[in-house]
């Protein structure tokens, strides 16, 4: 079965500091994977996708993500750390189902910036 | 503007009252889809549809119905809510494709609970 884990629930780094959110997916297909980010008291707002173009992926405010089909993973990083970066992200996999897509969302990481 | 529109925002009830939570889209998606969030478990989607008068159950459709009379509207319907229904809910539009690659647009959610 298709599933996506999202390794930490909670992750603390200072401002200015690089940022890892990891991300790992199991998929019985090439899947397409996101990134969401939910501010506080907020909507959910797309950060970056990959669908198996490059395996790098850059996405709005520093984030970028990699690829990586021989580990199954997708993290999430940003080399310095912003106070508005303060959210809950969200891990996606849109991965084949009997006949559609289905979109697997991860459990989210809260992101918590120290300053 | 390009938008999801969700109402109501808020909405307190009692047990076995029926409601109605109305979504509604202007960017002429075929794929809409309805989520709930509840803390430590990220977003679990209730119901989708691929188009007019197509829908099919999400992870956690009991007690929930849809439809899809029009392209723009999806409204999400308890028929006898309860109060593990409490919940935050989003509605969510994309454009469809067959990889699963679109990008989804949320509206601002509505908080529901249930007494």
């Known amino acids: 079965a298709q599933s996506v884990t999202q390794l930490d629930s909670h992750v603390s780094v200072s401002e200015g500091t690089p940022v890892l959110l990891r991300c790992n997916y199991s998929?019985?297909?090439?899947?397409?994977l996101f990134w969401y980010v939910q501010h506080p008291n907020k909507g959910l707002q797309l950060l970056l996708k990959?669908?198996?173009?490059a395996t790098l992926v850059k996405g709005i405010n520093g984030f970028e993500a990699e690829f990586k089909k021989s580990e199954t993973s997708f993290h999430l990083t940003k080399p310095s750390a912003h106070m508005s970066d303060a959210a809950e992200y969200f891990c996606v996999v849109s991965d084949l189902g009997d006949s559609n897509y289905q979109l697997i969302w991860g459990a989210g990481t809260k992101l918590i910036i120290k300053p | 503007e390009a938008q999801v529109t969700q109402n109501p925002r808020y909405l307190i009830t009692v047990t076995g009252k029926k409601l109605t939570v109305t979504c509604s889209q202007n960017?002429?998606?075929?794929?809409m889809s309805w989520y709930r969030q509840d803390p430590g478990l990220g977003l679990r989607q209730i119901y989708y549809?691929?188009?007019?008068?197509?829908?099919d159950k999400g992870d956690v459709p009991e007690g929930y119905k849809v439809s899809r009379k029009e392209k723009r509207n999806f409204p999400l319907i308890l028929e006898s809510p309860s109060p593990n229904q409490t919940s935050l809910y989003f509605c969510?539009?994309?454009?469809?494709?067959?990889?699963?690659?679109?990008?989804?647009?949320f509206g601002p959610g509505t908080r529901l609970l249930v007494l």
């Open positions: 998929s019985s297909y090439s899947p397409s």
């Open positions: 990959y669908t198996s173009a």
């Open positions: 960017m002429n998606h075929e794929y």
């Open positions: 549809s691929m188009n007019v008068e197509v829908t």
């Open positions: 969510a539009s994309s454009l469809f494709s067959l990889e699963g690659r679109e990008t989804q647009y």
